[in-house]
């Protein structure tokens, strides 16, 4: 059942928490506790400074920083402040980083001391605002975060943005390899907690999640900020995960003890790995949740009997502010798939050439049409035309539908690699490599992997006679890409595969790899 009473704004939900459950926590992690009723104040102490600073409606904030409450805080306060909330991976790249500064357009950065020095660098000749470092700030024109949520702010926040406005405005890259800013609006993200993670999972007020997914996902946007708050439960944010740390907080917190464990593959696959045979305290634990890449049906079934609670596992992408499909804990399960369409929201698979509906069992590629479909990307008028057609959503992945509506997503149109919930794009890899020194030719492909799920392989083409310094290569790559993108390993070649108009034929390189 559709929980309507979740699809509304950010200030109308804080002023029903405000007055419900002041005292209870909202968000907490090993530095900072805020209930509700502190959460009321602090976005809009926070959303008020940022008007004074000269945040306009429309205006974007980047946040670049760590998982921590202040996270959590951030992403509803912009919004109060009528501006749009941008996150990046705090392991990006500081490349990646500018592109996403500069792309946005981020008129204020918040940030922490880690992150610092970066911003410090990028923000040089640019128009930023400010720069708000939590923890402190150190430097002349730096404020500090606490001073602005522990002090009236000289005006009220906005709250003016509607339901349809975008709110939030995240990351995600594209088939060229630079990342595209991935609208997201209010409708959007909360009618995926009505039509899934409140009436599927069962999020209540009464729930304490733990959450050790990074926070610049869209994955832990809406069910672990959103969902949290819209139902009014508790959550412990944790910095990374961890297995060891992970096992040792289900119990015993001031929050309560954690009822729902949201990940992804690899984190499950882990835990069992550690601790299945011996198993953790989690006395409460009701229910656990996986997304962000295909979660196999053995990991799924072993979990399941070692630790006692469904393990639900789910499709979406960040321009479907996260679910499409979802499992159910009650009734019929069929595991290795990801679940059936959300209650409401309208998916088709189709011939990719032709636009045809297939049949079950039949692959075709996924169309979605509903509330939580995107608006569009930042900027990219092109590039939205093309996978918003007629009101549908191109996904570009690849799925079996069985008679029972149970959807396998089979693979990827658009050629993504899918590494532990983090994605690869080959053309964004293949650009690093083909600037490293002693590389003529390159192309990157997935392939499977144990825990990982899947991780990039580059084929290489050396430009001369002489033996080519993989270390130095891979050293080049990881000054111009976060860690995850770096390829697992180098495969020498003498030419790349291409079709008579360029094209890589990939599998090509993937059957030599299983030959």
Known sequence: MLRTEYITTVAELMAVHETARPDRIAFIDDDRTVTYGGLARTTARLAGHLQQLGVERGDRVLLYLNNRVEVAESYLAIPRAGAVAVCANPQAAPAEVAHILSDSGSRI???????????????????????????????????????LVGAEAPQPPRDCLGLDDVAWMLYTSGTTGRPKGVYLTQRG?????????????????????????????????VLCVLGVFAVGASERILPRFSVSD??????????????????????????????GDQGFDAPALRVCMSAGAILQASVNEKFEAAFGV???????????????????????????????????LTVRLVDPVTAADVGPEQE?????????????????????????????????????????????????????????????????????????????????????????????????????????DHAAVLASVRERLSSFKVPHRLVECRTIPRTGSGKILRFQLQQQLDA
């Open 310 to 344: 469904p393990l639900l596992d789910g499709y979406g992408i960040t321009e479907t502010s996260t679910m499409v499909t979802m499992n159910w804990p009650t009734g019929s399960r069929v595991m290795g798939s990801c679940g059936l369409p959300l209650p409401g």
């Open 246 to 275: 992970t096992a040792s907080r289900f119990s015993g917190g001031p929050e309560g003890d954690v009822t729902v464990f949201p990940g992804v593959p690899t984190m499950f696959h882990y835990l069992l790995d550690r601790v």
């Open 364 to 468: 075709g590629e996924l169309w979605v049409q509903g509330p939580n479909v995107t608006p569009g990307y930042h900027d990219l008028p092109d590039a939205t035309a093309a996978v918003l057609v007629d009101g549908w959503y191109r996904t570009g992945d690849l799925g079996r539908r069985d008679a029972n509506g149970y959807l396998r997503i089979s693979g990827r149109t658009k050629e993504l690699i899918i590494r532990g919930g983090e994605n690869i794009y080959p053309a964004e890899v293949e650009e690093a490599l083909a600037g490293a020194e002693g590389v003529q030719d390159v192309a990157v492909v997935g392939v499977p992997h144990q825990h990982l799920g899947e991780v990039p392989v580059a084929f290489v083409v050396p430009t001369g006679p002489g033996p080519l």
């Open 189 to 221: 993200c909360f009618w995926v907690v009505a039509a899934c993670w409140a009436p599927i999972a069962g999020l209540g007020p009464d729930d304490v999640v733990l959450s050790a997914l990074p926070l610049f996902h869209s994955y832990a946007l």
């Open 109 to 147: 950065v918040i940030t922490d001391h880690e992150h610092l020095p970066v911003v410090r660098e990028l923000a040089a000749g640019t128009d930023l605002l400010s720069v708000i470092v939590v923890g402190g700030a150190s430097a002349d024109g730096e404020i500090d975060y606490a001073d």
